[in-house]
């Protein structure tokens, strides 16, 4: 059983930064890998960011590229999203997940939320203009 607990979220105008936090409490949270999706009202839920327990490359979704930033403290057992230039349309709740550690690490298997076996309960990010 892992439980995972996002933080960070709140009212931020558009232009802002946000960075929003996940912890997890588990002993083994350097096998997952750990991403970021996020789902606003009326829509489906859509992948944000991954990345894999041993690092390095990372993956993010078309709409957030080069804007939003994921890493990881394996230590602290904690991953975080730093979203910058934000846009109205990120407002969503966003919400952190650990994949199935059996599961493909390929970018077609990460983005998927199905992939995922743990989830956190969201944290709510509004972008107001």
């Known amino acids: 059983q892992v439980q995972l607990v996002e933080s960070g979220g709140g009212l931020v105008q558009a232009g802002g930064s946000l960075r929003v936090s996940c912890a997890a409490s588990t002993r083994t949270f350097n096998i997952y890998t750990i991403g970021w999706f996020r789902q606003a009202p009326g829509k489906e839920r859509e992948f944000v960011a991954a990345m894999p327990w041993r690092g390095g490359t990372t993956y993010y979704g078309d709409s957030v590229k080069g804007r939003f930033t994921i890493s990881r403290d394996n230590a602290k057992s904690t991953v975080d999203l730093q979203m910058n230039s934000l846009k109205t349309k990120d407002t969503a709740v966003y919400y952190c997940?650990?994949?199935?550690?059996?599961?493909?690490?390929?970018?077609?298997?990460?983005?998927?939320?199905?992939?995922?076996?743990?989830w956190g309960q969201g944290t709510q990010v509004t972008v107001s203009s």
């Open positions: 997940a650990a994949q199935n550690p059996f599961d493909g690490g390929a970018y077609s298997r990460l983005s998927k939320g199905e992939a995922y076996i743990y």
